[in-house]
């Protein structure tokens, strides 16, 4: 019998494009919005200390706010593409499994009782409230016997999803917070500083490194978890450190964004459809994709009614769900 | 003293007790096969065996090892498991799977090195597998994908292969093309070979020594001469069969077969029972 060629292109040259559109997103970015500049305003913003009105603009409001569009992304999209591995269902995502949603309550909690919390404590406490969304989607989902199908984990999101949220608006609204809640829930990408990334950006980083280095087990326990166990994997060991950088890497990117469904499930998906199955691959491209397209998406809401702002969370929600829709018309075949 | 045996060994879920008391080795260099009825423990010992699933008592030796107490990474390069059916590999290319095969001897990112492409290219050679390598496992049809399942466990390079119903779900052609296969590599790489297969007359063709499992316990353990017998295959199966021989190997063959009626204990039961309460059970 003949070889049959490799039809895909090396992995290489995928990432190698997939950086191009990146870099493309972010000069995108930088340039458009509401007060335009200028591609040369954008160097000189990220590489100089010149200081006129544009550039000084560039650099401590749209900077800022671009970097946290591409540590959401990235961190949104290696979340859901780790969630979808290690529970097999093609409609994990951190939005959709009860993470965000948990995250909130946190957040709402947290404002209420630690009126003087800093970033740091806000991040953590949204990421004890991921755990603890998680935990109630997963506890939820298999108290009947048997294994969690795709459709039930999802039931069960919606239904913890809509109970948490129930709770942070009752704080919300008992406390007299709502509004200072929203701002945080809803209020996107707008207004993040320098130093709420300082805080937030490493933990996230070191997610994202560490979901890399997790990536083979990650592959393994995607066909099954007997044929993990059998080529020598911790099973238990492995599940666990998942669980934690996935918690660490949705409750961080609510601390920054609030919050964002679809995007944790879009990106892998349409990762796959390039790279294939292997997470060796799906990883590091999901956090170029993620960071793309979140880069996209914000630069969407500067500029379709500028002056004014459209919630990036509400273009993410438009594009997500007819591939949502889509995903589940399939029969998650899609997964391949 | 075989390389791989159990004492006493007790596997179960809560309460409910699997596998009873079991103690057995598993001949090395030789083609075993566990056979037995839905439900006796077949694949729960094979796993309990393979350190898979923990077992409650008793001991699992390999290589005079405890074996939930060895580093799982160091049984992964003595001994592989193919589960039974494995979900479908997702969209891995044939290449990428079968180069998990590595996995246990791997750190890190997991770099392979000359060595394992070597051995991942053997294994997908003598599985007929290396002509679609570059094809998704998906793709493939059930006997190539039983192969290819078959080849990653070959890359794990481990003496000791263990396999749960490796024929389920292929006809008779691609059945007996995957038993020739495990065939070949245990007379000519001399590997031990268990397996659990539902096939009687495959079991006797192919093993060199058959346990026969009947609610967690072994009613027999020997060659096919001596457990492909009417009192043996009444004991496991709860049958009347028709033993003959196969006239191209030699090999006792089960010809025919009738249920036994109201001689086993279950049937008994259920005519003891007044029909009332029959009736709701």
Redesign the interface.
């Known amino acids: 019998?003949?070889?049959?060629?490799?039809?895909s292109l090396p992995f290489i040259y995928q990432l190698a494009i997939g950086l191009i559109l990146f870099i493309i997103a972010f000069l995108a970015a930088m340039v458009f919005g509401a007060a335009d500049a200028t591609v040369k305003d954008a160097w000189l913003a990220l590489t100089s200390n010149t200081a006129n009105d544009t550039v000084t603009l560039l650099r401590e409001i749209r900077l800022p706010r671009e970097l946290a569009a591409i540590f959401v992304g990235a961190a949104l999209g290696v979340a859901g593409a780790m969630m979808q591995g290690m529970t097999?269902n093609p409609l994990a995502d951190p939005g959709l499994l009860g993470l965000t949603a948990g995250a909130n309550a946190a957040l709402a909690i947290a404002i209420v009782f630690l009126p003087s919390a800093n970033y740091l404590a806000i991040m953590l406490a949204c990421m004890a409230g991921a755990a603890g969304g998680a935990a109630l989607v997963l506890g939820l989902g298999s108290m009947k016997k048997g294994s969690l199908s795709p459709f039930r984990i999802v039931l069960a999101g919606a239904v913890v999803s809509a109970f948490l949220q129930a709770v942070s608006e009752g704080i919300g609204l008992y406390f007299h917070i709502s509004k200072d809640v929203s701002m945080w829930t809803a209020g996107g990408l707008i207004g993040t500083s320098w130093e709420q990334l300082q805080i937030i950006a490493p933990f996230i980083a070191g997610g994202l490194f560490a979901a890399l280095?997790l990536s083979?087990q990650l592959?393994?326990l995607?066909?099954?978890e007997?044929?993990a166990?059998?080529?020598?994997?911790?099973t238990m060991q492995v599940k666990v450190m998942l669980f934690c950088l996935i918690v660490l890497l949705a409750g961080a990117s609510v601390a920054l964004v609030g919050n964002m469904t679809f995007i944790g499930l879009m990106v892998p998906h349409i990762v796959?459809a390039v790279t294939?199955?292997?997470y060796?691959f799906i990883i590091p491209m999901s956090a170029l994709v993620g960071a793309s397209f979140m880069l996209f998406a914000d630069m969407l809401g500067r500029t379709i009614n500028a002056p004014y702002e459209t919630p990036v969370a509400a273009i993410v929600a438009i594009m997500g769900l007819p591939f949502f829709l889509l995903i589940v018309r399939k029969g998650g075949r899609t997964?391949? | 003293m075989a390389r791989l045996y159990t004492d006493h060994l007790h596997v179960g879920y809560g309460d409910h007790l699997i596998v009873k008391d079991l103690t057995t080795s598993i001949p090395d260099k030789k083609i075993t096969t566990i056979i037995g009825s839905n439900g006796c423990g077949k694949s729960t010992l094979l796993k309990a065996m393979t350190r898979i699933i923990p077992h409650q008592s008793g001991t699992v030796i390999l290589d005079g090892e405890h074996i939930q107490k060895e580093k799982t990474k160091r049984i992964a390069q003595k001994l592989a498991i193919l589960p039974q059916t494995p979900e479908s590999a997702s969209g891995l290319t044939v290449g990428e799977l079968v180069s998990y095969g590595r996995f246990p001897y791997q750190n890190g990112f997991g770099r392979l090195s000359k060595k394992d492409h070597e051995v991942i290219h053997w294994a997908l050679e003598v599985t007929g597998t290396a002509a679609f390598k570059h094809r998704p496992v998906d793709a493939l049809s059930g006997g190539q994908r039983q192969r290819v399942w078959i080849a990653m466990a070959l890359a794990q390079e481990t003496e000791i292969i263990f396999l749960d119903e490796p024929t389920t779900y292929l006809d008779m052609a691609h059945q007996l093309e995957v038993l020739e296969l495990l065939q070949k590599l245990n007379r000519e790489q001399e590997r031990t070979i268990v397996m659990v297969l539902h096939d009687l007359n495959q079991a006797a063709r192919f093993a060199d020594y058959i346990l026969a499992l009947k609610d967690g316990e072994i009613v027999k353990a020997g060659s096919s001469e001596e457990v492909m017998t009417r009192d043996v295959l009444r004991e496991v199966f709860q049958i009347d069969a028709e033993i003959g021989r196969d006239p191209r190997t030699n090999k006792p063959i089960c010809i025919t077969y009738n249920l036994l009626k109201g001689e086993n204990k279950h049937e008994e039961s259920i005519y003891s029972i007044p029909v009332a309460v029959r009736a709701h059970s």
């Open positions: 019998m003949m070889k049959e060629k490799q039809l097999r280095l083979r592959t393994i995607s066909l099954s007997e044929a166990a059998g080529l020598g994997q911790k796959r294939g199955s292997d060796r997964f391949s």
